[in-house]
T-cell receptor
Framework: QQKVQQSPESLIVPEGGMASLNCTSSDRNVDYFWWYRQHSGKSPKMLMSIFSNGEKEEGRFTVHLNKASLHTSLHIRDSQPSDSALYLCAASDYGSSGNKLIFGIGTLLSVKP | EAAVTQSPRSKVAVTGGKVTLSCHQTNNHDYMYWYRQDTGHGLRLIHYSYVADSTEKGDIPDGYKASRPSQENFSLILELASLSQTAVYFC???????????FGSGTRLTVL
């Protein structure tokens, strides 16, 4: 079973709409979360990270974290066709495994003009 | 510009042959990683390294060896390539302050 589970597997939103992506870890020791974006044929690029409970906003992107449920979500407002990509969630148990990231399978986002 | 550079960009290998994938980073990072990406499995960690001359097994190390001869270089070796090792391989690096990991552009390996 994947230690990092993402939902939905795929998502279609209209241009200008809101995209909401979810990620949950089954490892109770996880304490760091990252979101990466991977355009087709390219390598993953880090979007945002979150370590504390609550919300973090950077431009059109907002990340939430609930450490009690080990759930994080990424919200993209005013979605653009250029946001169409695979979004990967990653988690780390920094205390025991240092900088070792475990990735989910990803959510494939398609933004339709 | 600091970067993670992988070579080759793509490779076709024969079953049973030896394959070496190379990675060079100019980020001055201590940590380096090898991941493979397959449809339906996402990114899976093969080997990683905290320091030169030392490597650690990741989640799927079987069939792979790794070598870290210097801080800048990290290689992935497939001694006997198999069909199941067809995938895209990514090298990555990170620093001790833990700002996340930076990926190279990937190597597409096809084993026939």
């Amino acid at each position: 079973q994947q230690k990092v589970q993402q939902s939905p597997e795929s998502l279609i939103v209209p241009e200008g709409g809101m995209a909401s992506l979810n990620c949950t870890s089954s490892d109770r020791n996880v304490d760091y979360f990252w979101w990466y974006r991977q355009h087709s044929g390219k390598s993953p690029k880090m979007l945002m990270s979150i370590f504390s409970n609550g919300e973090k906003e950077e431009g059109r992107f907002t990340v939430h974290l609930n450490k009690a449920s080990l759930h994080t979500s990424l919200h993209i407002r005013d979605s653009q066709p250029s946001d169409s990509a695979l979004y990967l969630c990653a988690a780390s148990d920094y205390g025991s495994s240092g900088n070792k990231l475990i990735f989910g399978i990803g959510t494939l986002l398609s933004v339709k003009p | 510009e600091a970067a993670v550079t992988q070579s080759p960009r793509s490779k076709v290998a024969v079953t049973g042959g030896k394959v070496t994938l190379s990675c060079h980073q100019t980020n001055n990072h201590d940590y380096m990683y090898w991941y493979r990406q397959d449809t339906g499995h996402g990114l899976r960690l093969i080997h990683y390294s905290y320091v030169a001359d030392s490597t650690e097994k990741g989640d799927i190390p079987d069939g792979y060896k790794a070598s870290r001869p210097s801080q800048e270089n990290f290689s992935l070796i497939l001694e006997l390539a198999s069909l199941s090792q067809t995938a895209v391989y990514f090298c990555a690096s990170s620093d001790r302050d833990w700002g996340g990991i930076a990926f190279g552009s990937g190597t597409r390996l096809t084993v026939l």
